[in-house]
């Protein structure tokens, strides 16, 4: 089935372009980004071989909505989107922080803990908690934003003031945002009989020095879900939850001998194996917007975007 797994295209007024895991980013005249989700799959900071059909449609897709959700909490950078993986919007000084978010002990913070650790990013966990627990209360646990090939890394609120990477001021702000960002899509959720677990956002600074939300949002590549339906049932008879997010790709590689570390070899991911996953991003997609999934033309995806976005600059 066709992907979309790299682009080379030559906009109007296009002066760079930055391949990132999953995202391909175009910087035009005018201070204006094209942002292209593609069906690349990345874990463990390693970008596995073979796309995803429809991932980065979907990705687009519910971080259109959510962003659109969320604009009355927090302005954000974009402006529009003329093709289903594409998202066009004002280019911004991106923070070199991800605001990481847990509202229960899972995925890397449940690792941890596992490993004895009760102290995450200088924030402590409740001592007697079990994986998936629900937090007392949502943590903050940011990460370094990794240059290309680097791996994030866990950092605490201290220390990004200490190297002055954001300004005390404008981390209250972000803090902030985070929090309320997180309730709305707890709320959100809950909505669809999901669990939003954890989260990250991603925030930048416009020319005029406004910050703004940018990147994806709520999608299962930046937070994990729950189904709520059985959750208090599964967690007391030790059960793992049904889960709806990238976890299940993350289990997959670590059962198949893979955690992203040096002298490990990608598994082979066969055609059932990929057909499988993007099927468990259609769910989420189906679950979290409560829509059904259309399956946009894949017949020659290269050929279907450049039209899209030379039509929306020309208009």
């Not at 059960?239 to 976890?247: A, F, G, R, V």
């Amino acid at each position: 089935m066709n992907t979309l797994t790299s682009t080379n295209f030559n906009f109007p007024g296009q002066q760079k372009v930055y391949h990132g895991k999953v995202r391909e980013v175009y910087t035009l005249a005018n201070d204006t980004l094209v942002m292209i989700a593609t069906d690349r799959l990345s874990a463990f900071d390693v970008v596995m071989p073979k796309g995803i059909p429809y991932k980065g449609q979907i990705l687009n897709q519910i971080a259109t909505k959510m962003m659109r959700d969320t604009e009355d909490i927090v302005p954000n950078w974009l402006t529009a989107t003329p093709d289903p993986n594409v998202a066009i919007g004002a280019a911004c000084e991106p923070y070199k922080v991800e605001m990481v978010i847990r509202g229960y002990l899972s995925g890397h913070a449940a690792r941890e803990y596992k490993a004895g650790k009760r102290m995450l990013c200088g924030v402590s966990m409740p001592e007697g908690m079990k994986e998936n627990d629900k937090f007392p209360q949502a943590i903050i646990t940011p990460a370094t934003k990794a240059e290309a090939g680097d791996h994030d890394e866990d950092i605490s609120r201290e220390e990004i003031l200490q190297r002055n990477i954001v300004s005390e001021e404008e981390y209250k702000q972000l803090e902030d945002y985070t929090r309320k960002l997180f309730k709305r899509g707890t709320e959100i959720a809950a909505k669809r009989g999901l669990i939003l677990v954890d989260t990250k956002y991603e925030f930048g600074k416009t020319k005029d020095g406004k910050i703004v939300l940018i990147d994806e949002i709520h999608t299962p590549d930046s937070s994990r879900y729950f189904y709520a339906d059985g959750y208090q049932e599964r967690q007391d008879a030790n059960q793992p939850q049904k889960q709806l997010s990238k976890e299940f790709v993350r289990q997959w590689l670590i059962e198949n001998g893979f955690q992203g570390l040096e002298g490990q070899q990608v598994p082979e991911m066969t055609d059932d194996y990929i057909t499988s996953v993007s099927e468990r991003y259609i769910e989420l997609y189906e679950n979290i917007t409560g829509e059904t999934f259309e399956k946009a033309d894949v017949s020659n995806i290269n050929n279907r975007i450049e039209e899209n976005v030379n039509r929306y600059l020309k208009n």
